[in-house]
Nanobody, 125 residues
């Protein structure tokens, strides 16, 4: 089992920045990819960014362009999402996810087995 806990969400003004963290604990001896998804109010969950065990990354350019950057700590059990130039449409609950095995990343939520409870990000205008 892998437990994921997100932190770093909050209220920020338009144009501001936030850094989300996702700490993984439990069965961390196997390689796993990590991803960030978000669910805006009244909408479906969407992919934001993902990172493989070896550090390859991908981002939903349509949604966030180059404003968001995903990274992983040196111990690889923490993932970060640096969010810059925030917009009201970035308001959502942000979820961290991890694959069960295999160090790949994926843009599909169905590829992730472990999920955090989410952290709220609200961008006010």
């Amino acid at each position: 089992q892998v437990q994921l806990v997100e932190s770093g969400g909050g209220l920020v003004q338009v144009g501001g920045s936030l850094r989300l963290s996702c700490a993984a604990s439990g069965r961390t001896f196997s390689n796993y990819g990590m991803g960030w998804f978000r669910q805006p109010p009244g909408k479906e969950r969407e992919f934001v960014a993902a990172i493989s065990w070896h550090g390859d990354t991908t981002t939903n350019k349509n949604a966030v362009k180059d404003r968001f950057t995903i990274s992983r700590g040196s111990a690889k059990n923490t993932a970060y999402l640096q969010m810059n130039s925030l917009k009201p449409e970035d308001t959502a609950v942000y979820y961290c996810a991890a694959t069960r095995d295999g160090g790949y990343y994926s843009v599909s939520s169905s590829e992730y087995f472990y999920w955090g409870r989410g952290t709220q990000v609200t961008v006010s205008s």
